[in-house]
């Protein structure tokens, strides 16, 4: 599912973001574990959009809107596709605007997703 992502999502991978938050590798993937970021497989390896990072933390946000997408019947896939694919009530990408910080916006668009 990446692969629809478009070309411009950069990715961050696990080692990358050890470096990144000086964190062990085990504290990284508990992040991921614990829906602080969300990872997808690109090729085989498990990386993480970069936009669901800010300077040496995960976007603050993004734990809450994860919660409710996965709680809404979305797998970790579909939840990251459509935090990374523009939102026609938005206008824009989801992760954007959560970057923006307009939560409460984002929030809203994913209260008629349940399924």
Do not use: C
Request: glycine share 6%.
């Amino acid at each position: 599912m990446p692969e629809n992502h478009g070309p411009d999502t950069q990715y961050f991978t696990i080692p990358d973001l050890v470096e990144r938050f000086g964190l062990v590798q085990g504290k990284v993937r508990r992040l991921i574990e614990d829906h602080h970021l969300a990872a997808v497989r690109v090729d085989g390896v498990l990386k993480v959009p970069a936009e669901f990072v800010v300077d040496d933390h995960p976007l603050p946000p993004l734990r809450g809107t994860l919660l409710v997408l996965l709680d809404a019947g979305f797998s970790n896939d579909e939840a990251v596709a459509w935090m990374l694919e523009v939102n026609d009530e938005l206008g824009e990408r989801p992760v954007d605007s959560l970057r923006a910080g307009r939560k409460s916006a984002v929030r809203r668009a994913t209260q008629s997703l349940a399924f």
